[in-house]
């Protein structure tokens, strides 16, 4: 969905370093969310907000801390990747309490060496 | 715990035939159910929802099918085409933790021409 845009695309890296991927959306939105995606397994949810004073963890979040800029940015990162984090991340959003459905971005292909 | 889990992870199916994907799911609490298709390199798109007071909801050439009795939840396709080949997935919304979705791990569908 272009009104969810994400950068990178793409980022390969060492581990022990520090990575951040962000996320930017038109939609006006007011929830956004991180999740990550493995092969054979489903998105599962690593942070996630409601505005930009109320962040949550996810049912994953260790290893990663994120930062909520403004309504429409919600970056994610990882203070020192290490392999297993290798993954596809999708940053979602979400109109508000009453709205149901997620909307999200491209995705990043994260490789952690 | 939690889960949702598909039936079949790889369905083939022959160009204009009609698709029909399976999903279980584990929470009887949960209100709200959604289908996403995610094609190769790009985040998953809404294709359909449906809300626990239906049992059927019809889009354009997509038809949602919620069973309560027995928590299943399917897609069907119609004529189904090249472009749809796709991984699928569900999601539900657990009532009681209605700021998250859980997801499936994906069915792959498969259209031959």
């Known amino acids: 969905d272009a009104d969810v845009t994400q950068t990178p695309r793409n980022r390969i890296t060492k581990t022990g370093k520090r990575i951040m991927l962000e996320c930017s959306q038109t939609?006006?939105?007011?929830?956004m969310y991180w999740y990550r995606q493995d092969p054979g397994l489903g998105l599962r949810l690593i942070y996630y907000?409601?505005?930009?004073?109320?962040?949550n963890k996810g049912e994953i979040s260790d290893g990663y801390s994120v930062s909520r800029q403004a309504q429409a940015k919600f970056s994610l990162s990882l203070e020192s990747a290490i392999p297993n984090q290798t993954a596809l991340y999708f940053c979602?959003?979400?109109?508000?309490?009453?709205?149901?459905?997620?909307?999200f971005g491209p995705g990043t292909r994260l490789t952690v060496l | 715990g939690e889960s949702v889990g598909l039936h079949l992870p790889t369905l083939s199916v022959q160009e204009g035939d009609n698709s029909i994907i399976n999903c279980a799911y584990s929470n009887s609490a949960s209100d709200y159910f959604i289908w996403y298709k995610q094609e190769s390199g790009k985040g998953p798109q809404f294709i359909i929802d449906i809300r626990s007071n239906m049992d059927k909801r019809q889009g354009q050439r997509v038809t949602v099918l919620l069973n309560k009795t027995v928590k299943h939840l399917s897609l069907q396709i119609a004529a189904t085409q090249p472009g749809d080949s796709a991984v699928y997935f569900c999601a539900e919304r657990p009532m009681d933790s209605s700021y998250k979705l859980i997801f499936g791990s994906g069915t792959r569908l498969l259209v031959r021409p």
């Open positions: 939609k006006g939105h007011d929830r």
């Open positions: 907000s409601f505005d930009v004073k109320d962040i």
């Open positions: 979602a959003t979400r109109a508000g309490v009453w709205a149901d459905t997620q909307y």
